[in-house]
C-alpha cells in the first residue's frame, strides 16, 4: 500500500511526548515514541530502564500518571488524529500504521479516548474546516 498523501491545507495536531531525562523511566518514553508503530512489550521498555518489571510497573505510572501500555495506547492515537486530519488514508491502513493489528481494536480505542470514532473525528474535521462563502 502507499504512503499517504498529505493534504495541502492541512495543520498537524500536536503529538509530543516529552521525553524528561529527570524522570528514571525517559528510555521508556524514548523508545515508545520511536517504536510506537511495532508490538512493544512491558519486558522491554523496563530493561531499557535498568529495573524489573515490577518495579517498571509501580514506577512508570507514578512519574506519567498512566501505565506504559495506556502511554502506548494515548500515543498511538493521537499519531491516528494526525493522519485522520492530514491524510485522505483508509482507516484500516492508519491502524495498521500506529502498531493496532485489529481494526476493529483500534476503532473501540479510539472512541473510548476521544469519544468518536476514527471515521467520525475525519467527518468532523471535514466540516469544521469547510470553507463558506458569503453571497452579498
Not at 1 to 6: A, D, L, N, R, T
Not at 33 to 38: A, D, S
Not at 61 to 70: C, R
Not at 90 to 93: D, R, V
Given at each position: 500500500?502507499?504512503?499517504?498523501?498529505?493534504r495541502?491545507?492541512a495543520q498537524p495536531?500536536?503529538?509530543?511526548?516529552?521525553?524528561d531525562?529527570?524522570?528514571?523511566?525517559?528510555?521508556?518514553?524514548?523508545?515508545?515514541?520511536?517504536?510506537?508503530?511495532?508490538?512493544?512489550f512491558?519486558?522491554?521498555?523496563?530493561?531499557?530502564?535498568y529495573?524489573?518489571?515490577?518495579?517498571?510497573?509501580?514506577?512508570f505510572?507514578?512519574?506519567?500518571?498512566?501505565?506504559?501500555?495506556?502511554l502506548?495506547?494515548?500515543?498511538?492515537?493521537?499519531?491516528?488524529k494526525?493522519?485522520?486530519?492530514s491524510?485522505?488514508t483508509?482507516?484500516?491502513?492508519i491502524?495498521?500504521?500506529?502498531g493496532?493489528q485489529?481494526?476493529?481494536y483500534f476503532?473501540?480505542?479510539?472512541?473510548?479516548?476521544?469519544?468518536?470514532?476514527?471515521?467520525e473525528?475525519?467527518?468532523?474535521?471535514?466540516?469544521?474546516?469547510?470553507?463558506?462563502v458569503t453571497?452579498l
Open positions: 500500500m502507499s504512503e499517504p498523501v498529505v495541502q491545507d495536531l500536536m503529538v509530543k511526548l516529552v521525553v531525562k529527570k524522570f528514571r523511566t525517559h528510555n521508556a518514553v524514548k523508545y515508545i515514541v520511536e517504536n510506537y508503530h511495532q508490538k512493544i512491558v519486558k522491554k521498555l523496563a530493561s531499557l530502564c529495573m524489573s518489571e515490577s518495579n517498571f510497573s509501580r514506577v505510572p507514578s512519574e506519567h500518571g498512566v501505565t506504559a501500555q495506556g502506548i495506547k494515548r500515543y498511538r492515537i493521537e499519531v491516528a494526525n493522519l485522520l486530519y491524510t485522505q483508509k482507516i484500516s491502513y491502524a495498521r500504521k500506529t493496532f485489529d481494526v476493529s476503532v473501540r480505542t479510539f472512541k473510548s479516548l476521544t469519544g468518536k470514532t476514527p471515521s473525528f475525519r467527518e468532523n474535521i471535514l466540516l469544521t474546516n469547510t470553507h463558506h453571497l
